[in-house]
């Protein structure tokens, strides 16, 4: 084989670049029609995601927190850029590698893509659809071709050259043979012109022309791919869709609010959480895109009836409003991953009892749209609380984030045994038969959430003026209530907050103290809850997993 080494290793790289480009272009064109979390980017980042052991993820959570995801997904293009360039060095020596070098890329996407969880055979077309593009372009953008040299340039010999064209087109490596023959007609005017390719250096050269022209034409149909993909996708319909959703009044209204439920304290969270500031937890790369029109809710298993709910069935339902503070069990003590919102939705427990559900069932598996399961106890679901099907969340239909159309809200448990968000399917089962996502990996199958508290003012490492401060933030203990909150500095005696109302026991509640006496020096300030059942939280510091941080929220100041 002959040796191209001619070919700067920039130039291939390029040529690897725009094909990845093209192939990935294509791919998420193609995903656009199949769906679009069938991308092999996203298919690639799911299966890391889930392939990674617990401590990562973790790690992954508290070091990089909502924006893992980002991270993640930078980092698989990144490998892939790496990846493709490398690529276009193979392909620079010989064809046949790049196009082994794509086959074997292809067969990792293809591994991701066919193992999700929600894949069907059509998730392999992406994949096939970007490999196959990549293969043409590469084959147009580094062909060998055979030149018939004129007597000065040596004898015939079959050489390669980066660019699109062909032989007699506009961007045929005319300069190199003419250059080779009659230099001086390349140079109008006597005006210096590019270096010319020598005579026998041309069997190394390349056309920067050509390669221009090429790359150009793959980046054009990488970028053109890309949109129309992006329009495939769907997500400007179900955006649409969204903004359409009528909500009915709730046949049930909330508790009202009781006045001084939010203490309006800067810097303090406010008593309901503005659905673009609440926290979001999901294994989902891109949010699953579910349309109203094509939702039903599925509920089977364990019952004497089984159920298919549509959208507009659940609308027609008696809707219940409730507020309810959300959190996230790897919320570390002090931790962002909790929010409280006015949620409407049909009760559960009534459309679980119509179909049935069978004494020995203990366990309600909710899947979403995109595969991941929950776990959640029934006899919690089926006990009075205001466990929901909720399709509004602060007087909006669900954002799509927060799991459009329809997800579930329960009081009381974690979000992962109980808040499922696009959940398409509930399989009424027992915990002795099935598992839910989070358990095979390390999180404990039943989650109730523990009583907890947090510092929000100050913040820690604040540098404070010296006199009278506020200390203010919030605490939960949902489904039992909070009764009492306590601060102490620097270890000293533990004083009563004041704590404000709360319409129910199923949300946050803030508290404040605001006689503190800063003294110049450093200062530590540490917080401790005592729920209705008259549990005081514990100062034993445990971590997130398996079932939730305990320990007290301490934060350090300096007064000066
Ligand atoms: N479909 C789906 N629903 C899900 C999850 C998920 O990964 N996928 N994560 C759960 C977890 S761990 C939490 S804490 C809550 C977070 O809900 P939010 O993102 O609306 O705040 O959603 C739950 N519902
Ligand atoms: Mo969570």
Redesign the pocket.
């Known amino acids: 084989m002959e040796s191209y080494r001619g070919v700067p290793a920039w130039a291939a790289a390029l040529v690897g670049l725009v094909t990845g480009a093209v192939a990935l272009g294509v791919s998420w064109l193609v995903a656009g029609f199949v769906r679009a979390s069938a991308f092999p980017v996203l298919t690639v980042g799911d299966a890391l995601v889930d392939l990674s052991p617990s401590w990562l993820k973790e790690w992954a959570i508290r070091t990089f927190g909502e924006a893992d995801k980002a991270v993640l997904l930078s980092g698989v293009l990144v490998v892939l850029a790496a990846l493709a360039a490398g690529t276009g060095i193979l392909a620079s020596r010989d064809l046949r590698y790049g196009h082994a070098a794509l086959a074997a890329l292809g067969a990792i996407g293809l591994a991701a893509a066919l193992t999700r969880p929600e894949a069907g055979p059509a998730d392999a077309l992406p994949v096939l659809a970007g490999v196959a593009a990549g293969m043409v372009s590469l084959s147009r953008l580094v062909r060998p071709r055979t030149v018939r040299r004129s007597a000065a340039s040596g004898p015939d010999a079959p050489r390669p050259w980066f660019g699109l064209g062909t032989e007699t087109g506009p961007t045929a490596p005319r300069s190199v043979e003419e250059a080779g023959t009659e230099p001086e007609a390349r140079t109008p005017g006597g005006v210096a012109a590019p270096p010319v390719m020598r005579a026998g250096e041309d069997l190394r050269s390349f056309d920067r022309r050509g390669l221009l022209t090429g790359l150009l034409g793959g980046v054009v149909v990488a970028g053109a791919t890309g949109v129309a993909g992006r329009l495939l996708s769907g997500s400007a319909e179900v955006d649409a869709a969204r903004v359409g959703v009528a909500l009915p009044p709730p046949a049930l209204p909330a508790r009202p609010v009781p006045a001084g439920s939010d203490l309006k304290i800067r810097g303090l969270s406010p008593f309901f959480t503005p659905n673009r500031d ?7 790369l891109i949010v699953p895109r579910v349309d109203p029109g094509d939702w039903t809710l599925k509920i089977h298993g364990m019952v004497d009836r089984p159920v298919e709910l549509t959208f507009a069935d659940l609308m027609k339902r008696p809707l219940v409003e409730a507020d309810v503070t ?5 919320n570390e003590v002090g931790g962002p ?1 909790i ?1 409280n919102a006015r949620w409407l939705g049909a009760r559960l427990a009534d459309i679980l009892r119509e179909a049935g559900v069978h004494r020995d069932a203990d366990m309600l598996l909710s899947v ?1 749209a ?1 595969g ?1 399961t ?1 776990g959640t106890p029934a006899d919690v679901v089926m006990d009075g609380r205001d466990a929901l099907l909720a399709i509004a969340m602060n007087g909006e239909a669900l954002p799509v ?3 459009f159309p329809a ?1 579930q809200v329960v009081p009381g448990l ?3 045994v109980s ?4 959940v398409t399917e509930i399989k009424v089962t027992r915990f002795d038969r099935d598992e839910a996502y989070w358990t095979p990996r390390g999180w404990a199958a039943k989650g109730p959430i523990k009583t907890q508290s947090r510092i929000d003012l100050p913040k820690a490492g604040a540098n404070l003026r010296p006199g009278r401060t506020v200390i203010a933030g919030v605490a939960w203990a949902q489904h039992k209530g909070v009764d009492a909150v306590e601060v102490r500095v620097d270890e000293g005696k533990w004083r009563q907050a004041r704590l404000a109302e709360a319409p129910t026991a199923d949300t946050w509640r803030q508290w404040v103290l605001d006689d503190w006496d800063a003294t110049p020096g450093r200062h530590t300030i540490q917080v401790r809850a005592t729920d209705a059942t008259g549990y005081t939280q514990t100062s034993a510091v445990a971590p997130v997993a398996p079932d939730g941080a305990t320990g007290w929220h301490t934060v350090e100041v300096t007064v000066g």
Do not use: E, N, Q
């Open positions: 609440f926290y979001r937890v999901d294994t989902a959300l959190c996230c069990v790897s991953y929010g979403s995109d991941w929950c984030d927060h799991g997800r974690y979000g992962y808040a499922t968000k696009w």
